[in-house]
């Protein structure tokens, strides 16, 4: 697996257009015109504006992109949102560039793995991918300070790890950092699948802290309730303790499964449906499943196979054995739906109070409200929107398409080396029968039908 870090852009990024290898076979004759996406103007605070030709998934794809075959865009109005964005990119998002991302992050999942720095997040994806370059001894001090992502094969599947800091950090801003995951779906969501969420939080409290609480409630608002089952909490650092602390830390657990926000996820099922919960992951025990004789854990050091397969089985089972239709996140509705993304209520979780919130299920969906007192609950007072201009959004999604490109070259020689992996496997195997038919005394013309098709 390799690390990707989010690139720069500068002006002569925006100059000159991505350069994909040349393949003829995906490349459409009909050349793009910024005349095709222009930008229409909008009211819109957040700077992100809705255009006209913007609309729900349910309608008619654009006739200009009914050639795309298997590349088809997975998310009709981000696909169209993209193109809107940087068709001023001069050429960052032309049709062979578009069907070389299409075409090689075709059938790829995309795993968001969120948590605030000090959690083991780093740790956790580095024994997952095998990627030495993410041991916490080279990573900054502060944490990760952007967006990463991490593409990666397991199992003969394409996974996009993307490794995303939490909210309410204070020296972060989470408007920006909303503004990242936005970005990220509008440039990737479309050739992608998303089809979960780690939510690292490290070492386990008697109750959420007022950062991992604000990070989780705008997870519930940015997910909605169907895709709760697709959500894995993890705990980790239990190879740390000695037999005293790890019985501490196991009580400590058990008081967290009675907290209030911790209850809405495990049971989030109301009057009016039946949801499945989070699931819980305990990294550094094996199975996942933290007891009691769980201690003295897998060390990180002398076990560091068994954590990787352990964390690997966690991917298989929560991931590429879904046995349940693919469930689309709140966020992507509501923005196929025009609400403006700062009135998101993924967005609203971000602008409302730290403290005496909650969030509650209603009409199917996650929305963030006051939590009710003894006297007349107060209406929620909530930040002023940010003032983002359109450029800032497409400096932001530029940076995300160009890292797409940088996957899409990963997975094509990740196949290509698969490929010629195979073939000289299969030439070695064919060598190998040849000498055994000389050993034998066969000729050519006398190998059996049976042997000719093996």
């Not at 305990?282 to 854990?297: E, K, M, Q, R, Y």
């Amino acid at each position: 697996m390799a690390i990707i870090d989010m690139p720069v852009t500068t002006q002569e990024t925006n100059d000159h257009p991505i350069d994909v290898p040349d393949e003829s076979a995906l490349v459409s004759t009909r050349k793009s015109t910024p005349s095709d996406f222009e930008d229409q103007s909008s009211s819109q605070e957040d700077g992100l504006a809705y255009n006209d030709h913007d609309s729900s998934e349910d309608t008619t794809r654009d006739s200009g992109h009914q050639n795309l075959d298997e590349t088809s865009p997975k998310w009709t109005w981000g696909f169209k949102k993209l193109r809107s964005l940087l068709s001023e990119g001069r050429g960052a998002v032309t049709d062979p560039v578009v069907r070389f991302v299409g075409r090689h992050l075709l059938g790829t999942k995309l795993i968001f793995v969120v948590g605030k720095a000090g959690t083991g997040k780093t740790s956790i994806l580095s024994e997952l991918t095998d990627h030495g370059d993410l041991q916490p001894c080279t990573t900054l001090q502060a944490g990760t300070k952007n967006y990463r992502m991490i593409p990666g094969i397991i199992d003969d599947e394409q996974y996009l790890f993307v490794d995303t800091a939490g909210f309410g950090d204070p020296n972060r801003d989470d408007m920006e950092t909303f503004k990242d995951s936005v970005s990220c779906l509008i440039a990737l969501g479309s050739f992608v699948e998303v089809v979960g969420v780690l939510f690292v939080i490290g070492n386990p409290g008697t109750r959420l802290d007022q950062q991992d609480a604000k990070t989780l409630r705008w997870l519930q608002c940015f997910c909605g309730p169907d895709f709760f089952r697709n959500i894995t909490i993890v705990t980790s650092f239990w190879d740390s303790y000695n037999a005293g602390s790890f019985k501490q830390a196991f009580n400590r657990m058990q008081s967290l499964y009675a907290d209030k926000i911790f209850e809405k996820i495990l049971s989030p099922s109301t009057s009016e449906k039946r949801y499945h919960g989070v699931h819980i992951y305990h990294h550094g025990v094996t199975g996942g499943n933290l007891t009691l004789d769980s201690f003295p854990g897998l060390d990180y050091t002398e076990n560091r196979h068994e954590r990787r397969e352990e964390l690997r089985n966690l991917i298989r089972r929560r991931y590429a054995e879904r046995r349940y239709k693919p469930t689309k996140l709140q966020f992507m509705r509501q923005a196929e739906e025009r609400v403006p993304f700062m009135e998101t209520e993924a967005a609203k979780t971000l602008r409302a109070p730290a403290v005496g919130v909650t969030v509650n299920i209603v009409k199917g969906r996650c929305v963030i409200e006051a939590v009710p007192t003894a006297q007349e609950t107060p209406p929620l007072e909530y930040g002023e929107v940010p003032h983002v201009k359109e450029a800032s959004w497409r400096e932001t999604v530029l940076q995300w398409w160009n890292t797409a490109v940088q996957v899409g070259e990963f997975f094509r020689d990740a196949r290509q080396r698969q490929a010629r992996a195979r073939a000289s496997t299969a030439g070695t195997a064919g060598f190998l029968q040849g000498v055994r038919q000389w050993w034998n005394g066969w000729s050519t013309a006398q190998t059996s039908p049976g042997d000719a098709d093996q």
